[in-house]
């Protein structure tokens, strides 16, 4: 049998089983998460960015008096 013939053969293995869709199925519910959390993380990034900056401006207005 040759490679080509065996890489098919796996493939075609692969495709047919279960297992393979059970994995399919986690990836696709791990890739949702992981949007989930870029998006909070962005949402959150914008309120922080904002707090801390509000913390600086008071320190170096502190500092100037």
């Known amino acids: 049998m040759t490679v080509i013939k065996r890489i ?12 393979g869709q059970t ?7 791990l890739m949702l998460i ?13 309120t922080v960015n904002s707090t801390y900056s ?3 401006s008071g320190v170096v207005g502190a500092a100037g008096q």
């Not at 098919?8 to 495709?15: A, D």
């Not at 994995?23 to 519910?29: D, F, M, R």
């Not at 992981?34 to 914008?46: N, P, R, S, T, Y």
């Open 34 to 46: 992981a949007m989930v959390v870029i998006f909070v993380l962005m949402g959150l990034g914008q």
């Open 8 to 19: 098919f053969s796996y493939v075609r293995c692969i495709i047919h089983s279960t297992q």
């Open 23 to 29: 994995l399919v199925e986690y990836a696709l519910i």
């Open 54 to 56: 509000k913390i600086n």
